[in-house]
C-alpha cells in the first residue's frame, strides 16, 4: 500500500526562523547603552566626539571620527556612514566597536612616555580644536573571525606616532563591541602611557 504524506496541519506547521541581527538592531542597542554613558566635553570643547569602527570578513575595516554638538547629531552622522559603510558591501550586519573619550590631555605635540596611565580602552591622538582625530594604535579589525573581545589592542609602541600635523591632545577612550550576532560587550580597558603633571590641563 502506498502512503500518501501526511499535509502538515496548524500545530505541526513549520515555525518560523529567527531573523538574524540587523545592523539596525545593532545601531539600536548600541545607542540604548551610550545614551547613560557619554556626555559632552568640557570647555572650551563642550562637544561630542565617537570612533566608529566597522570590519566584516573579507572586507577593510573602516574607522570614522566624528565631532559634534550633542550625542544625537554625532550618532547621526556616525551611524550614517556605518550604513554607507554596509550598504556598499551588502551587508545585514558588521563588526562594530564605538570609542569616547572621557578624559582629555594636553600634551603639547609630543607622545607621553609609554609607561603605566589610566587604563582605557583605547586612546586617541587630536589637533587642539578637536577638528581632526586619530585612533592609536591602529585596530586589528582583519575579517569578522577576529572578534574584538578577543582581539586586544596592540601596546603603544615606543616610536611617536606621526598621525597628524598638529597633535596636541591625547584622548582616554572607553569602548562598546557590538558582534554580528547581537552580543554586546563592554571592552576591556589596558594600560597606557604615562601621564606628565606638566601635561595636564
Excluded at 554625532?74 to 578624559?103: K, N, S, Y
Excluded at 600634551?107 to 591622538?125: E, F, H
Aim: with cysteine.
Amino acid at each position: 500500500m502506498i502512503r500518501k504524506p501526511l499535509l502538515p496541519t496548524a500545530g505541526h506547521a513549520l515555525q518560523p526562523q529567527e531573523p538574524r541581527i540587523t545592523l539596525s538592531h545593532q545601531l539600536s542597542a548600541s545607542l540604548r547603552h551610550l545614551k547613560p554613558r557619554v556626555t559632552l566635553l568640557p570647555e572650551p570643547y563642550a562637544c561630542c566626539v565617537l570612533f566608529f569602527t566597522v570590519a566584516a570578513e573579507g572586507a577593510q575595516s573602516g574607522v570614522f571620527f566624528v565631532r559634534r554638538t550633542t550625542l544625537e547629531a554625532a550618532w547621526r552622522e556616525g551611524t550614517t556612514r556605518v550604513r554607507q559603510w554596509a550598504w556598499m558591501r551588502q551587508l545585514p550586519a558588521v563588526e562594530l566597536r564605538i570609542d569616547w573619550p572621557d578624559e582629555i590631555v594636553v600634551i603639547g605635540n609630543r607622545i607621553p612616555t609609554l609607561y603605566q596611565w589610566k587604563a582605557a580602552s583605547a586612546w586617541a591622538l587630536a589637533d587642539d580644536d578637536l577638528e581632526h582625530a586619530e585612533l592609536i594604535p591602529p585596530l586589528a579589525l582583519a575579517s569578522a573571525g577576529n572578534n574584538l573581545r578577543n582581539t586586544p589592542l596592540k601596546p603603544f609602541d615606543a616610536t611617536p606616532l606621526p598621525l597628524l600635523a598638529d597633535v596636541n591632545l591625547l584622548l582616554r577612550l572607553q569602548g562598546l563591541h557590538m558582534d554580528q550576532e547581537g552580543v554586546q560587550t563592554e571592552l576591556p580597558t589596558i594600560s597606557g602611557p604615562q601621564r606628565s603633571p606638566a601635561a595636564t590641563r
